[in-house]
């Protein structure tokens, strides 16, 4: 099997994933937003929650979190850093109870990408770019993978996940898709 790790990634392995099931192929992006605590960024929090390491001493939201075992492929913070959790391969724990085009279990044929931000803030430009670019290397691994079939959290488990939210600027990251589609090189940082 090959390499699923993307070279441009720091790569911080953690042990929220296991094996995909036999003979599922990888057919579906998520985009998700997170921000640890809610509405602060930077910090080491999301690295410390999917490294199953996350006080929940430092801050009284951390309580009720704190012994989740969740991950996703990627984290996309807002000066454009992208960090690798889980080999592409691998089944990530980023959708939880979900469903797309009829199937449930979308773990099993997804790969996340969290951007960090919230459902109500602007996400950053390098962001987008990031995204775009990440993207273009995900669908080159995985050309089932086409425009429709990467959609936000807020699609594959609606009423109880809203991210990435209305911040997110759907219009724009398909443009940008679209140029690294046609071989424009976007320039990150």
């Known amino acids: 099997m090959p390499d699923g790790w993307l070279p441009q990634a720091r790569r911080a392995p953690c042990p929220n994933w ?3 099931p036999p003979g599922v192929a990888v057919e579906l992006l998520v985009i998700h937003g997170i921000s640890l605590p809610p509405g602060v960024f930077g910090g080491p929090w999301i690295d410390d929650l999917f490294q199953n390491r996350l006080d929940p001493e430092a801050h009284p939201y951390f309580r009720a979190i704190a ?3 969740v991950s996703s492929h990627l984290l996309i ?3 454009g850093e992208l960090i690798q959790y889980v080999d592409l391969y ?3 724990w980023h959708a939880g ?3 797309f085009a009829g199937r449930a279990a979308c773990n099993d044929f997804a790969i996340g990408v969290e951007l960090e931000g919230t459902d109500e803030l602007p ?3 390098i962001q987008y ?3 775009a670019q990440a993207t273009q290397a995900i669908r080159a691994r995985f050309p089932d993978i086409g425009l429709e079939r990467i959609v936000g959290h807020s699609d594959i488990a609606p ?4 991210d990435p939210g209305a911040a997110f600027d759907w219009e724009y990251f398909h443009t940008l898709i679209g140029r690294v589609d046609e071989g424009s090189v976007l320039h990150v940082g």
């Open 67 to 69: 012994g989740l075992r």
């Open 90 to 92: 691998k089944r990530a």
């Open 159 to 162: 009423g109880r996940k809203t």
């Open 97 to 99: 109870v979900s469903r």
């Open 123 to 125: 996400y950053a430009e």
């Open 77 to 79: 913070r807002r000066d």
């Open 18 to 20: 296991d094996e995909r």
């Open 129 to 131: 770019r990031v995204l």
